[in-house]
C-alpha cells in the first residue's frame, strides 16, 4: 500500500469541508487504498487549525476528528529534514515527513509545496492537490 502526506488544507477540503474535489482522495485513504502518515509537527499544526473559530468544532467533534485521523494515520518519526526544500519554512514539515516515510505522494493546495513539484518528482515524490489523487493513484497503481 502506498504512503501518502496530506497537509492540513488537503486534510481540511477531505474531513471538514467534504470538498467534492477531494472525494477520490477521502475515498481512496477510507478504502484503504493509501496509507496516510503524519509527524508530531504535522499533528501540531493540525491541532491548532482545528481550534479557530472559523472553523466552529466543538471540542468534542474537534477532538472525534483529530481521533479519526489518529487512527486512521501513522506516526512517522522525522529524523532529519528533507534535501528538497521548500520556500516557506512553515511548510517544510509536509516534505520533510514525506521522504521520512517514503511516501509516494504529498497531497497539497499551498503554492511554496506545489512549487516543488518537478524536483520532488524527479526524487519518487509526487506533489499534487488533492484533485489530482485519482490520476496519481492509478498511475501508483499501474506501477506497483
Excluded at 29 to 44: K, L, W
Aim: proline share 4%; with cysteine.
Amino acid at each position: 500500500m502506498r504512503r501518502i502526506v496530506l497537509d492540513t488544507n488537503a486534510f481540511l477540503d477531505c474531513w471538514v469541508f467534504d470538498d467534492p474535489a477531494a472525494a477520490p482522495l477521502k475515498r481512496a485513504i477510507e478504502a484503504g487504498e493509501a496509507a496516510p502518515v503524519r509527524s508530531s509537527a504535522t499533528d501540531a499544526e493540525l491541532g491548532v487549525v482545528l481550534e479557530r473559530r472559523i472553523f466552529r468544532l466543538a471540542d468534542a467533534a474537534r477532538h472525534a476528528l483529530l481521533l479519526q485521523w489518529n487512527a486512521r494515520a501513522a506516526l512517522v518519526e522525522v529524523g532529519a529534514a528533507a534535501t528538497l526544500r521548500c520556500q516557506d519554512p512553515d511548510d517544510q514539515k509536509f516534505l520533510d515527513l514525506a521522504f521520512a516515510a517514503q511516501a509516494r505522494a504529498l497531497f497539497t493546495k499551498d503554492k511554496a509545496l506545489l512549487a516543488t513539484a518537478s524536483r520532488a518528482r524527479r526524487l519518487g515524490l509526487h506533489v499534487v492537490p488533492p484533485h489530482a489523487a485519482g490520476s496519481v493513484l492509478v498511475v501508483e497503481d499501474r506501477l506497483a
